[in-house]
């Protein structure tokens, strides 16, 4: 499968913003879904995953309440949508994909970079 992901941009801090990942050659129901992003001079970190089915989704501490990640199966998308966004939130942002639900996150979009300004 290949991802391309879209949407970031810069915000003030407060703002908000959605990103959206599009998925081509695979059948994206077969795929666990999730969002990475690696700040500037850190390692990559996980933000927020979605199983196939769009019911169980599961997010790092530092944005619950505040993103919102889901998926459109018929359109083969992924989104997310982040609020009240803060500087720290500043990062390039990966989409990426799980084959059934294996274990590892195989697949990789190129990154789409959040800035947030105070």
């Known amino acids: 499968v290949q991802l391309q992901a879209s949407g970031g941009g810069l915000v003030q801090a407060g703002g908000s913003l959605r990103l959206s990942c599009a998925a081509s050659?695979?059948?994206?129901?077969?795929?666990?879904m999730g969002w990475f992003r690696q700040a500037p001079g850190k390692e990559r970190e996980f933000v927020c995953t979605?199983?196939?089915?769009?019911?169980?989704?599961e997010y790092a501490d530092s944005v619950k309440g505040r993103f919102t990640i889901s998926r459109d199966n018929r359109k083969n998308t992924l989104y997310l949508q982040m609020n009240n966004l803060k500087r720290e939130d500043t990062a390039v942002y990966y989409c990426?994909?799980?084959?059934?639900?294996?274990?590892?996150?195989?697949?990789w979009g190129q990154g789409t970079l959040v800035t947030v300004s105070s």
């Open positions: 979605i199983n196939s089915s769009g019911v169980r989704k």
């Open positions: 050659g695979g059948p994206f129901t077969n795929y666990v």
């Open positions: 990426a994909a799980q084959y059934n639900n294996n274990g590892a996150f195989g697949y």
